[in-house]
């Protein structure tokens, strides 16, 4: 099974910047598209930003586009989440998945995750 290693969260006020990371040392990972996805409390899990590959796509939820980049160094075999202008409502802990695949009109978790990490934003 994939082994998957988030870092990166912590808490920090409305409007700055985080970057998260993923890290894994399958190299058949990079493959795969790899997705972050989130988790508030008393939420249900929601996907947050995806990417492909070869890094030729990438999908963002709405609720993010314009302030968080995904990315993706094969090399490292690292994926990264950068957020900025954070909000109170991006609090949550933080997934990678490392097998994402459109399905039934979402992009959908299939692969193995990591133990997540925490982001708070709040002033």
């Known amino acids: 099974q994939v082994q998957l290693v988030e870092s990166g969260g912590g808490l920090v006020q409305p409007g700055d910047s985080l970057t998260l990371s993923c890290a894994h040392s399958?190299?058949?990972?990079?493959?795969?598209?790899i997705g972050w996805f989130r988790q508030a409390p008393g939420k249900r899990r929601e996907g947050v930003s995806s990417?492909?590959?070869?890094?030729?796509?990438?999908y963002y939820a709405d609720s993010v586009k314009g302030r968080f980049t995904i990315s993706r160094d094969n090399a490292k075999g690292t994926v990264y989440l950068q957020m900025s202008s954070l909000k109170p409502e991006d609090t949550a802990v933080y997934y990678c998945n490392a097998d994402v695949q459109y399905y039934r009109g979402t992009w959908r978790p299939f692969g193995s995750w990591g133990q997540g990490t925490q982001v708070t934003v709040s002033s």
């Open positions: 399958e190299f058949t990972v990079d493959y795969y598209r």
């Open positions: 990417i492909s590959s070869s890094s030729g796509s990438t």
